[in-house]
């Protein structure tokens, strides 16, 4: 199960910058990596684990901007085709591994 956070926040002015830093890192601290820009992406092992994160992101997103989360399993992520470009190195690694041993 991967759960996929889409986000557009306005990058205006300083505060906004920054909020956009705050919960860019907030992604990262829970898990998250970057799949293209402000898209983002997580492994998880079941839906429960998963709505674990989406109560995380709602509580704690900055008040302007869209964030979106969606929640598609394994089969479906390895289904996305890309059309351009090449898939990042993390990518290759997990591919549909649950557990990735470093």
Do not use: W
């Not at 990262?28 to 402000?38: A, D, R, V």
């Not at 869209?66 to 990518?91: N, P, S």
């Amino acid at each position: 199960m991967r759960v996929v956070c889409f986000f557009d926040l306005p990058v205006e002015t300083s505060t906004q910058k920054r909020r956009y830093r705050h919960f860019r890192k907030l992604l990262l601290k829970n898990g998250f990596e970057m799949l293209q820009y402000s898209v983002y992406v997580r492994t998880c092992p079941n839906r429960v684990f998963a709505k674990k994160y989406y109560k995380r992101i709602s509580v704690q997103a900055p008040e302007e901007g869209h964030i979106r989360l969606l929640m598609v399993t394994e089969k479906q992520f390895e289904d996305m085709v890309l059309i351009v470009g090449k898939k990042a190195r993390h990518e290759d690694k997990i591919g549909a591994n649950r557990m990735v041993v470093i």
